[in-house]
């Protein structure tokens, strides 16, 4: 028989959102402790950024655990948080500025996109795990030209996002219980570890060999410029060329006629300076790194467009959600229901199995989400069942009748199927 892990302060659904949060929360100080390996040395990210993630983590996720149980996040407590956070940056940890500022300001937006949906289900996406390897070599390139000295730094900090992703599934998945039985139900809850241990063990090994595969790669690399490096002269002399043909053109009693004249020295002994003479390499650097940067602020901040709501009847409803400009065509509309028609019949069909399960004693707890409750009851249900329930319930689309009549006959199955028990 599996256990449930109780709390008496909070409930089943409000520890997996805290999971969630936790796990979300953890990925972006990674990027943040990533995204400082591109401009800071590993002294500087040991000694100020490593010390200040983990103040901003002890402010911030107590003030979550207080929002999750309030059902919304409050806004005092959330720049207070912020505020106290920059100032031990700032004068405890000598962090710059502009740097603290673009840091708060990226966790006050991450923070506030946690609570855009009620759902409590871990969802790490592989773009997200994709771009901070991108990132991750990004910065050993940047590191290894600016002499930053931050490749075990960086290396860290993927085994930590990789060991962070598996453990908090795996404390997610014990809390809810897997969905097969005996020994499939067992291979479920074991993956995640077997994961977390493959990574550790990866890690271990790049440990010992990392300074080998340091070595290889920058070979490599070095390879690859020297190739491109014979490019170099071949062009430099044909643009050459292409400047003694221009100029032959050019003769020098056409140019008196018009009362012009040319320098008397010869070109091919004038000291032509290079167009990046007195260019600071590391210079070069800063402008492409803010460039990159920049770039990525305006993808997300276009992508994710959000607006703020208020919270409605008792429910953490999405305090920040996206919003698109749509115009509905009439014909989108013709095969749909009435809103209120749709809604009322998917509420009812859901309010009628409720009562059959509370008759059974096995009724819908309080703040315990349709996910939870049929697993608890032992009915099995796909995932589009449970998003037309929530999508209705929260107002975001407008069902069809072939939508909602699949859903009634499909409460009705499971109500036949607990009265069915007792036979």
């Given at each position: 028989?599996?256990?449930?892990?109780?709390?008496?302060?909070?409930?089943?659904?409000?520890?997996?959102?805290?999971?969630?949060?936790?796990?979300?929360?953890?990925?972006?100080?990674?990027?943040?402790?990533?995204?400082?390996?591109?401009?800071?040395?590993?002294?500087?990210?040991?000694?100020?950024?490593?010390?200040?993630?983990?103040?901003?983590?002890?402010?911030?996720?107590?003030?979550?655990?207080?929002?999750?149980?309030?059902?919304?996040?409050?806004?005092?407590?959330?720049?207070?948080?912020?505020?106290?956070?920059?100032?031990?940056?700032?004068?405890?940890?000598?962090?710059?500025?502009?740097?603290?500022?673009?840091?708060?300001?990226?966790?006050?937006?991450?923070?506030?996109?946690?609570?855009?949906?009620?759902?409590?289900?871990?969802?790490?996406?592989?773009?997200?795990?994709?771009?901070?390897?991108?990132?991750?070599?990004?910065?050993?390139?940047?590191?290894?030209?600016?002499?930053?000295?931050?490749?075990?730094?960086?290396?860290?900090?993927?085994?930590?996002?990789?060991?962070?992703?598996?453990?908090?599934?795996?404390?997610?998945?014990?809390?809810?219980?897997?969905?097969?039985?005996?020994?499939?139900?067992?291979?479920?809850?074991?993956?995640?570890?077997?994961?977390?241990?493959?990574?550790?063990?990866?890690?271990?090994?790049?440990?010992?060999?990392?300074?080998?595969?340091?070595?290889?790669?920058?070979?490599?690399?070095?390879?690859?410029?020297?190739?491109?490096?014979?490019?170099?002269?071949?062009?430099?002399?044909?643009?050459?060329?292409?400047?003694?043909?221009?100029?032959?053109?050019?003769?020098?009693?056409?140019?008196?006629?018009?009362?012009?004249?040319?320098?008397?020295?010869?070109?091919?002994?004038?000291?032509?300076?290079?167009?990046?003479?007195?260019?600071?390499?590391?210079?070069?650097?800063?402008?492409?790194?803010?460039?990159?940067?920049?770039?990525?602020?305006?993808?997300?901040?276009?992508?994710?467009?959000?607006?703020?709501?208020?919270?409605?009847?008792?429910?953490?409803?999405?305090?920040?959600?996206?919003?698109?400009?749509?115009?509905?065509?009439?014909?989108?509309?013709?095969?749909?229901?009435?809103?209120?028609?749709?809604?009322?019949?998917?509420?009812?069909?859901?309010?009628?199995?409720?009562?059959?399960?509370?008759?059974?004693?096995?009724?819908?707890?309080?703040?315990?989400?349709?996910?939870?409750?049929?697993?608890?009851?032992?009915?099995?249900?796909?995932?589009?069942?449970?998003?037309?329930?929530?999508?209705?319930?929260?107002?975001?689309?407008?069902?069809?009748?072939?939508?909602?009549?699949?859903?009634?006959?499909?409460t009705k199955e499971h109500m036949t199927a607990l009265n069915d028990r007792d036979r």
């Amino acid at each position: 028989m599996e256990t449930k892990i109780e709390n008496s302060f909070l409930t089943v659904r409000e520890q997996q959102l805290l999971l969630k949060i936790a796990l979300l929360f953890g990925v972006d100080l990674l990027f943040v402790m990533l995204s400082a390996t591109l401009l800071i040395e590993q002294e500087g990210i040991l000694t100020r950024y490593v010390p200040f993630m983990s103040v901003v983590f002890l402010f911030l996720y107590p003030a979550m655990i207080i929002w999750v149980k309030k059902k919304g996040i409050h806004s005092l407590i959330l720049y207070s948080v912020l505020l106290f956070s920059g100032a031990a940056g700032f004068y405890l940890f000598n962090i710059t500025l502009w740097m603290t500022a673009v840091i708060l300001l990226f966790l006050h937006w991450r923070v506030g996109s946690y609570f855009q949906s009620e759902d409590d289900q871990i969802d790490v996406s592989s773009p997200i795990i994709l771009g901070f390897l991108c990132l991750s070599a990004f910065s050993l390139i940047i590191g290894n030209a600016r002499d930053l000295g931050n490749g075990m730094i960086i290396l860290t900090l993927i085994l930590l996002m990789f060991s962070l992703v598996s453990t908090v599934t795996s404390f997610q998945r014990m809390l809810i219980g897997g969905t097969g039985e005996g020994s499939s139900n067992k291979r479920n809850l074991m993956k995640p570890f077997a994961v977390l241990l493959v990574v550790l063990a990866a890690g271990g090994v790049l440990s010992v060999f990392s300074s080998y595969a340091r070595m290889g790669f920058y070979w490599i690399l070095n390879k690859v410029f020297w190739l491109f490096s014979f490019l170099v002269n071949p062009l430099f002399a044909l643009l050459v060329k292409v400047r003694d043909w221009i100029m032959s053109k050019i003769s020098r009693d056409t140019l008196s006629g018009f009362g012009l004249k040319l320098p008397e020295e010869k070109l091919d002994e004038a000291q032509q300076a290079a167009f990046y003479d007195g260019m600071s390499y590391p210079w070069l650097n800063e402008i492409l790194i803010a460039v990159f940067i920049l770039g990525v602020i305006i993808y997300f901040i276009k992508k994710k467009k959000i607006a703020y709501e208020v919270e409605t009847g008792g429910q953490m409803s999405p305090l920040m959600s996206k919003f698109k400009k749509r115009e509905l065509k009439q014909k989108e509309i013709s095969g749909a229901i009435h809103y209120s028609a749709a809604g009322n019949a998917i509420r009812q069909a859901v309010k009628e199995l409720e009562k059959e399960a509370a008759a059974k004693k096995i009724g819908r707890k309080p703040n315990e989400n349709i996910r939870a409750w049929f697993f608890r009851m032992g009915l099995n249900e796909d995932e589009a069942f449970f998003k037309l329930y929530e999508t209705v319930r929260y107002g975001t689309k407008i069902p069809d009748e072939k939508e909602v009549s699949s859903f009634v006959k499909r409460t009705k199955e499971h109500m036949t199927a607990l009265n069915d028990r007792d036979r």
